[in-house]
C-alpha cells in the first residue's frame, strides 16, 4: 500500500509586506498522512516579477524547488503542493519523500546516512 504525503505545516520567511510583487522561502513539514511526524523541504514562492528581483542579487539559478503565484495567498500555496505532493505517493516513506525532492529539496537531500536521523 502507498504512503500517502501529507503536507502538515507550512513556515513562511519574509522580509517585509508579501503583497505585490513577492519572494518568500518556505519550509514546507511533510510526512505520511497517517503519522503526525514529518520532514522538512523547502521552497521559494513569489511572483514572475519578485522572483526576476530574487535573481537580480544572484548569478544564476536552479529552479527546483521555485512555485510561482500570481498573489500571495497561504491557503491556494498548500493546495497547490498539497496536489503536487500527493502524486508522488510511493511504496514507503523513503521512497516518497525522494519523490517528493525531485519538487522540493529535502532535508536529507543528498545524505547518504540520513535512516540514523529520521
Given at each position: 500500500?502507498?504512503?500517502?504525503?501529507e503536507?502538515?505545516?507550512?513556515?513562511?520567511f519574509?522580509?517585509?509586506?508579501?503583497?505585490?510583487?513577492?519572494?518568500?522561502?518556505?519550509?514546507?513539514d511533510?510526512?505520511?498522512?497517517?503519522?503526525?511526524?514529518?520532514?522538512?523541504?523547502?521552497?521559494?514562492?513569489?511572483?514572475a516579477?519578485?522572483?526576476?528581483?530574487?535573481?537580480?542579487?544572484?548569478?544564476?539559478i536552479?529552479?527546483r524547488?521555485?512555485?510561482?503565484?500570481?498573489?500571495?495567498n497561504?491557503?491556494?500555496?498548500?493546495?497547490?503542493?498539497?496536489?503536487?505532493?500527493?502524486?508522488?505517493a510511493?511504496?514507503?516513506?523513503?521512497?516518497?519523500?525522494?519523490?517528493?525532492n525531485?519538487?522540493?529539496?529535502?532535508?536529507?537531500?543528498?545524505?547518504?546516512?540520513y535512516?540514523?536521523?529520521?
Amino acid at each position: 500500500m502507498a504512503v500517502t504525503p501529507e503536507l502538515k505545516d507550512v513556515h513562511v520567511f519574509a522580509e517585509g509586506d508579501v503583497t505585490g510583487d513577492f519572494c518568500v522561502s518556505l519550509v514546507l513539514d511533510i510526512g505520511p498522512s497517517d503519522l503526525t511526524g514529518s520532514d522538512q523541504f523547502y521552497a521559494i514562492v513569489g511572483t514572475a516579477q519578485g522572483i526576476a528581483d530574487f535573481l537580480s542579487t544572484r548569478p544564476f539559478i536552479i529552479c527546483r524547488g521555485f512555485v510561482v503565484f500570481p498573489e500571495f495567498n497561504l491557503e491556494a500555496i498548500k493546495e497547490v503542493i498539497q496536489v503536487s505532493i500527493s502524486k508522488c505517493a510511493e511504496e514507503d516513506w523513503e521512497q516518497t519523500a525522494l519523490s517528493i525532492n525531485r519538487l522540493f529539496p529535502w532535508e536529507y537531500d543528498e545524505m547518504k546516512d540520513y535512516k540514523l536521523f529520521s
